[in-house]
């Protein structure tokens, strides 16, 4: 059974970059079957997708956070990193890792991560 | 870019009834495209439907979607107590990999 738990810094001044990594087990990031990805939920809001990798293959990012997002994964950790730069208060939120063997959807899930951007 | 509409956003419902939530795409979509999950307070969300109209690992049957091109439903036929709780659509585009979340319909005991 796949698990996913993310962890990383649960405040970040503005404009600065916020890094969050997604420890993973149970399965193998190198796994070119598994899609990884970062979803994001504002506090009561809804989620919006940031972005998925896939090891070996390509890594797709929501435009709207396109020129700020960066995924990447560690194989000799298991860990999938999130890096988002010139964050703002628009940024904080629940920050979700999730995973599945297809790229549609996801069915395992982190618990996630608050982030809050706040001087 | 595809975007979804779900209604309604509050249903408020007794255990035992019918629960219907609509989910709207601004254009027609692939039916394998379609995705439902359920959200409950403090918790990630968990995948219910994909592809429109099967179920993941471990949805009970009360659960179904439904739907193809621009309206798509959930149906849940008998409200438990543990399904009060916040349902999202999200669909799929490709060329390049998209994924877009409805707003989310709160299912809340009347």
């Known amino acids: 059974q796949l698990q996913l738990q993310e962890s990383g810094p649960g405040l970040v001044k503005p404009s600065e970059t916020l890094s969050l990594t997604c420890s993973v087990s149970?399965?193998?990031?190198?796994?070119?079957?598994?899609?990884w990805g970062w979803i994001r939920q504002p506090p009561g809001k809804g989620l919006e997708w940031i972005g998925s990798?896939?090891?070996?293959?390509?890594?797709y990012y929501n435009p709207s956070l396109k020129s700020r997002v960066t995924i990447s994964a560690d194989t000799s950790k298991m860990q999938l990193s999130l890096r988002l730069t010139s964050v703002t208060a628009a940024d904080t939120a629940v920050y979700y890792c999730?995973?599945?063997?297809?790229?549609?959807?996801?069915?395992?899930w982190g618990q996630g991560t608050l982030v809050t951007v706040s001087s | 870019e595809t975007v979804l509409t779900q209604s309604p956003g509050t249903l408020s419902l007794s255990p035992g009834e019918r629960a219907t939530l609509s989910c709207w795409a601004s254009q027609s979509i692939s039916s394998s495209s379609l995705a439902w999950y359920q959200q409950k307070p403090g918790q990630a969300p968990r995948l219910l439907i994909y592809a429109a109209s099967n179920r993941a690992a471990g949805i009970p049957d009360r659960i179904s979607g439904s739907g193809s091109g621009t309206d798509f439903t959930l149906t849940i036929s008998r409200l438990e107590p543990e399904d009060f709780a916040v349902y999202y659509c999200?669909?799929?585009?490709?060329?390049?990999?998209?994924?877009?979340f409805g707003p989310g319909t709160k299912v809340e005991i009347k």
């Open positions: 990798f896939q090891y070996g293959g390509s890594t």
């Open positions: 149970g399965g193998s990031i190198s796994s070119s079957r598994h899609y």
């Open positions: 999730a995973s599945d063997i297809s790229s549609r959807w996801f069915f395992y």
């Open positions: 999200q669909q799929y585009g490709s060329s390049p990999l998209l994924l877009t």
